[in-house]
């Protein structure tokens, strides 16, 4: 995933930037980067490894390093950004979040035919996606035009922020509005970012939600709209269940409250079948779970209770180590028991989502090791059948290394993937064989997924507007 923020003042943009930035942390953990732009210095760019340490640690120093009134910064799980392209358009630093699907195709097709050549070739020979972004921007004579033929050859998604050399910034949601982007405004000029909160936080009010494909210049005296926005809207729905920070806001829906809906819709369920009578703790599995759990606990109610306790103070970010049986390792040494939260009681957890479910499965090992009688799951999201091709959730995971993928494959085999709606549904025989299955995997005393339809009916928007891609693989 990833997450960038922008600001054009009156006054020194780097304080708010680094901040703004910085409030995007939860959104990556691989690379960091800020530009900003000086009339008399020009254009100016950091990049840092973020993995063992955060943003602000590895930025700390930017205050006298950079300078401007206006700067971007972003925050990546993939490509080291912002860069800075000089080309028909003018020099400026460009930061993107999504990924792009047919990316050989459009090098082939648009680039390599131009004689055009790429400078921030990766490991392995991987272009940089933001420098392909930008590339097809400069197919065109205007940032207006070249924004939008990007979008319309991109397969995939593509949130764009452009910090211009005319003292501007240049924002693009994606072509569907798959992921947020706003304008905040406060009296010495105007800021961008995914996250409303972050610019609330620094003092700014929300000016503008952009819309799909909708394109925004700002300055520090005004916001000019290039292009308007679109009406298709396929908005990612793990915004509310996973990605977004609690105090986010999207369309108008604020993440912890959904999530509160979320778990209330799921304990509704639970009680109609008669199941919550065996519960003494409702828990979540920190920290996204931990909402939808206290929605689960207030309907239900059966008490919430924090029976582990994350070890922050040296542990405070997800370090992830090269080999599985290391971050397995590193996830367990984090988790501190309540002992008496735990003996002899029978617990339900709500996890925001369950993947490959390995970190899961030595949770729960971790709790019967500590005395627990029995250890529930509920998954506050439908079974997750399908690798996301739009965002970085589940991208890197093969479609064999979903649990429930898997799971089905060792009961049916092949043929089992023509009744994913089926295993998808807990009322049907082979809805009933997968919980059963990955409860036997992972040690869960039962296990239930939220529906499709509870978590739209949770979110509050008109479900043509919700990507749900990766639960019933409808695009």
């Known amino acids: 995933m990833g997450g960038f923020f922008g600001v054009v003042s009156k006054c020194d943009a780097i304080p708010d930037v680094f901040f703004g930035t910085d409030y995007h942390s939860h959104l990556g953990t ?12 020009g254009l100016q760019r950091d990049i840092h ?12 120093n930017i205050f006298d390093e950079m300078t401007g009134n206006s700067a971007i910064g972003c925050i990546s799980d993939s490509d080291p950004q912002p ?36 400078g921030a070739v990766m490991t392995g020979g991987k272009i940089n996606t933001t420098e392909l972004v ?43 509005g798959r992921l947020p982007l706003s304008i905040g405004k406060n009296e010495n000029g ?28 700002i300055t520090c005296d005004g916001l000019t709209v290039l292009e308007p926005a679109r009406k298709e809207m396929k908005i990612c729905s793990f915004l509310w269940t996973y990605y977004g920070y609690p105090t986010s806001e999207f369309e108008g829906v604020t993440v912890e409250q959904m999530r509160y809906r979320n778990g209330e819709i799921m ?41 582990f306790i994350k070890y922050t103070p040296t542990w405070p970010r997800s370090f992830t180590p090269a080999k599985q049986v290391d971050r397995n390792r590193i996830a367990k040494m984090k988790q501190i028991p309540v002992h008496s939260l735990i003996e002899d ?52 995971t093969n479609d064999m290394e979903l649990i429930t993928r898997s799971t089905i494959f060792e009961l049916e085999g092949e043929e089992g993937f023509k009744y994913i709606d089926e295993y998808s549904d807990s009322s049907t025989k082979r809805g009933k064989k997968l919980r059963s299955a990955i409860c036997e995997k992972l040690h869960f005393a039962s296990l239930e997924f939220q529906s499709l339809e509870g978590v739209i009916e949770a979110i509050g928007l008109d479900k043509s507007k919700l990507c749900t891609y990766c639960w019933n693989g409808k695009e």
Do not use: W
């Open 83 to 118: 860069l800075i392209i000089r080309s028909n358009l003018g020099c400026y630093a460009v930061a993107t979040i999504g990924i792009i699907n047919n990316a050989k195709e459009l090098i082939d097709k648009f680039l390599c035919s131009n004689g055009g050549h790429f």
């Open 30 to 41: 691989r690379r960091g980067g800020m530009a900003a732009y000086d009339e008399n210095i």
């Open 134 to 176: 930008a590339a097809l921007i400069s197919q065109k004579p205007s940032f207006a035009e070249g924004i939008t033929f990007a979008q319309d050859v991109i397969e995939g998604t593509a949130a764009i922020m452009i910090l211009t050399d005319k003292n501007s910034i240049i924002v693009a949601r994606d072509r569907v």
């Open 345 to 396: 009681k029978n617990l339900l957890f709500v996890d925001d989502s369950i993947v490959r479910g390995t970190q899961l499965r030595e949770t729960v090992e971790f709790l019967y090791e500590n005395g627990a009688k029995s250890v529930h799951m509920r998954s506050a999201c439908p079974p997750i059948m399908y690798g996301c091709k739009y965002l970085n959730f589940s991208r890197n």
């Open 267 to 307: 304990a509704k369920n639970d009680l109609k079948n008669g199941f919550t009578d065996k519960i003494d703790y409702v828990g979540g599995v920190p920290d996204s779970g931990t909402p939808h759990a206290i929605g689960y606990a207030n309907k239900s109610d059966i008490p919430f209770a924090r029976p």
């Open 190 to 217: 105007y800021c961008a970012s995914f996250e409303q909160f972050a610019f609330k936080k620094l003092g700014y009010a929300l000016e503008k939600e952009l819309g799909p494909s909708e394109i925004v210049e």
């Open 49 to 60: 490894n973020i993995e063992n340490s955060p943003f602000r640690t590895k930025f700390e």
